[in-house]
């Protein structure tokens, strides 16, 4: 069992939110993803990031998290497999790239975002 490459499309409010996340909005983002793909010939932010992961005490709390809570019932399905931590890096990358401010005033009061604090 292998973790899809898709998985690093996902919103940051799908690793945020978990199964409250808005469908559609993945898919808007997924799409911007793609188009900014093909605009610019190279993936968005992977190459740029691929030395980036998330450190061992967070990839922890946040596998605490993601298996406790339960309204991240489809990232703990993912996660059990997730040898690799696709998972764990993606949400870390992104909390990188737009720092964990931009997180704080979206997704106050959520238990990831205790986790990242």
């Known amino acids: 069992?292998?973790?899809?490459?898709?998985?690093?499309?996902f919103p940051p409010s799908f690793f945020m939110t978990g199964d409250a996340a808005c469908p559609d909005g993945a898919d808007a983002f997924a799409l911007g993803l793609c188009f900014?793909?093909?605009?610019?010939?190279s993936r968005p932010y992977e190459e740029i990031m691929e030395e980036v992961v998330c450190p061992?005490?967070?990839?922890?709390?946040l596998g605490a998290v993601w298996a406790k809570e339960p309204e991240f019932s489809v990232i703990r399905q993912v996660a059990e497999h997730d040898e690799d931590f696709v998972l764990h890096n993606t949400l870390y990358r992104f909390v990188v790239l737009w720092g964990l401010k931009h997180f704080a005033e979206a997704f106050e009061g959520s238990p990831v975002m205790d986790a990242l604090e």
């Not at 900014?36 to 010939?41: K, R, V």
Request: hydrophobic share 45%.
């Open 1 to 9: 069992w292998t973790i899809s490459p898709r998985w690093r499309t």
């Open 36 to 41: 900014l793909h093909l605009l610019t010939g």
């Open 56 to 61: 061992a005490p967070l990839r922890k709390a």
